[in-house]
């Protein structure tokens, strides 16, 4: 009986076949810097989410847990 891939198997053929890196100490810091400028723009908490959000995409960054995003957002607010 074959086994089914687990999750980490999955994320690495993810980061393999897309070019996509883990979000680290150093991915949380970059998008904090750069939510510190849009927090001037607009302070509003959910269009903070979406601009990490985005941000992390563009970069090809794995998105980290809801509660990660959600710290870094209060972070900047």
């Known amino acids: 009986m074959k086994q089914e891939p687990t999750r980490r198997e ?12 883990n979000f680290t100490l150093r991915e949380y810091r970059s ?6 400028k849009y927090d001037l723009e607009n302070g509003n908490a959910v269009y903070l989410l979406r601009t990490a959000i985005d941000e992390l995409r563009k970069q090809k960054i794995i998105l980290p847990g809801i509660t990660t995003l959600e710290h870094v957002v209060w972070e900047a607010l």
């Open 10 to 21: 999955h994320m690495e053929e993810i980061r393999q076949l897309y070019g996509y890196r």
């Open 31 to 36: 998008i904090s810097q750069t939510l510190l």
